[in-house]
């Protein structure tokens, strides 16, 4: 509903959307939308970015949304 309600209200030319997917739990970061990784063993790294501050997560697969269904 919170994606209907964003796409609905956003002048979608001038707007990029994309979401990920992870888990955190005993201290592993696991990307749960990339299908290489999901089940396997591989923990993704966080970093804060120096010049911007954002939090990111290193080879966290992110998708773009174009229209809800």
Known sequence: M???Y?????????TTI???FLEIYNETVR???NP????GN??????????SKNISVMDLK???ITDVI
């Open 2 to 4: 919170a994606v209907e």
């Open 6 to 14: 964003l796409l609905g209200n956003l002048e979608m030319r001038r």
């Open 18 to 20: 994309k979401f990920s």
């Open 31 to 33: 990307d749960l939308l």
């Open 36 to 39: 290489s990784l999901v089940g």
């Open 42 to 51: 591989k923990n993704l790294t966080i970093f804060e970015d120096p010049v």
């Open 62 to 64: 992110e998708y773009a």
